[in-house]
């Protein structure tokens, strides 16, 4: 165990930091030590070198992956028409997930009018990446929970 002495005390944001910059994870028996550079936009620090907690971290929650299906396969660009969405995500968490999701360079957003500026959202080559992954969810869902509307062939198909 490592113990660290310090001439003053540290304020809470210096202590996540620190505790960011100096995360030590045990994983397969190698220690790793994750810097600040290794860090996504937009997050404090990486909970864990396993690629699919570090994906969690930033698609896990719960209205993520609809934002990026919406924006994929149902031809939404508009906060307003995501805001819409079937499952009405409230507009509050939808704005934080379009600013982490543009923070994690997922998707980018241009200004389509001046007054009031408002943008249309389009996914980055990173986010469309996803596009297999989403698939394969539907497909997995459609296959395993019953009740699940059948996905689109041309859905499917993209």
């Known amino acids: 165990m ?18 960011c910059i100096l995360q030590v994870n045990i994983y397969d028996n190698v220690m ?10 937009g997050h404090d620090c990486m909970r864990s070198v396993c690629p699919v907690s570090s994906v969690l971290d930033i698609i896990g929650d719960k209205w993520t ?27 509050n968490i939808l704005a934080d997930r379009l600013k982490k999701l543009e923070a994690a360079d997922l998707i980018e957003k241009k200004p389509y009018q001046d007054k009031p500026v408002r943008y249309a959202y389009t996914l980055t080559k990173k986010g469309e990446a996803l596009r297999p992954t989403l698939i394969e969810m539907a497909v997995w869902g459609n296959n395993f929970i019953a009740g699940t509307a059948k996905a689109p062939k041309e859905f499917l198909e993209k």
């Open 2 to 19: 490592w113990r660290v002495t310090l001439k003053r005390k540290v304020t809470r944001v210096e202590s996540k930091l620190l505790t």
């Open 32 to 41: 790793t030590m994750k810097t600040s550079d290794k860090l996504i936009p």
């Open 65 to 91: 992956l609809l934002v990026i299906r919406d924006l994929m396969f149902m031809g939404k660009r508009m906060y307003s028409e995501l805001a819409d969405s079937m499952e009405k995500i409230p507009t």
